[in-house]
């Protein structure tokens, strides 16, 4: 008979509210379906998000993002359109500077 599956953070609440009574993790895990593992191992992981939190340090998924879900900020957004003005406005320049030169060069009658 195949288990049914329950994430753990969804008792995420239970949890802390039973440990705060006292009862200890083996006795958490017994009452609500886990094993004394899983509840250790989940009181690990909360309490160094916690830290992480406290320490101001941003807390990112793990593994690499996917294809669909690339999200580009406003800051790097506005910080690419500037740079893409900039070239523009930079091959402009060096557009009139080529023209300029050949004008020059068709009056000295060099070329």
Same mark, same amino acid.
């Given at each position: 008979?195949?288990?049914?599956? /329950? ?15 006292g ?7 017994? /009452?609500?379906?886990?094993r ?76």
């Open positions: 008979m195949p288990r049914e599956y /329950r994430h753990i953070e969804q008792y995420e609440k239970e949890i802390s509210e039973l440990l705060e009574q009862f200890t993790q083996r006795q958490v895990g017994e /009452r609500l379906g886990f004394k593992e899983q509840i250790k191992e989940f009181v690990r992981r909360k309490r160094e998000k916690e830290r992480k939190i406290a320490a101001g340090i941003a807390i990112k998924k793990k593994g690499r993002p996917a294809k669909d879900s690339v999200v580009i900020e406003e800051d790097k957004l506005a910080d690419l359109r500037y740079k893409l003005a900039r070239k523009d406005a930079r091959i402009n320049q060096l557009e009139m500077e080529n023209e300029l030169m050949r004008d020059f060069l068709s009056l000295t009658e060099r070329k």
